[in-house]
Nanobody, 125 residues
């Protein structure tokens, strides 16, 4: 069992930056592939970014490449999402998630076992 507690988020103007954090407790954090998803009103949850167990490989959806950066600290049991050059279309509830699968890239929500509580990110134009 892994518990994920998110922090960060909020309201920012277009072009601004926000940082999301996710703290894990329970089982060994480094066993898990970590991801960030988001869900806008009326839309399905979508993959944003993922990072493998060691932190050596990352994956991003095309619309956030070059603007968002995912990172993890296995010593601190945290995963972060630095979001720069935010756009109104980035507005959504963001979720961190943990997958116990052993591969290198997971972009489907069904691949993930545990989820954070979600945090609102609102980007005004």
């Amino acid at each position: 069992q892994v518990q994920l507690v998110q922090s960060g988020g909020g309201l920012v103007q277009a072009g601004g930056s926000l940082r999301l954090s996710c703290a894990a407790s329970g089982r060994t954090f480094s066993w898990y592939y970590m991801g960030w998803f988001r869900q806008a009103p009326g839309k399905e949850r979508e993959f944003v970014a993922g990072i493998n167990r060691s932190g050596g490989r990352t994956s991003y959806r095309d619309s956030v490449k070059g603007r968002f950066t995912i990172s993890r600290d296995n010593a601190e049991n945290t995963v972060n999402l630095q979001m720069n050059s935010l756009k109104p279309e980035d507005t959504a509830v963001y979720y961190c998630a943990a997958s116990s699968r052993s591969g290198t890239v997971y972009q489907l929500s069904n691949d993930y076992n545990y989820w954070g509580q979600g945090t609102q990110v609102t980007v005004s134009s």
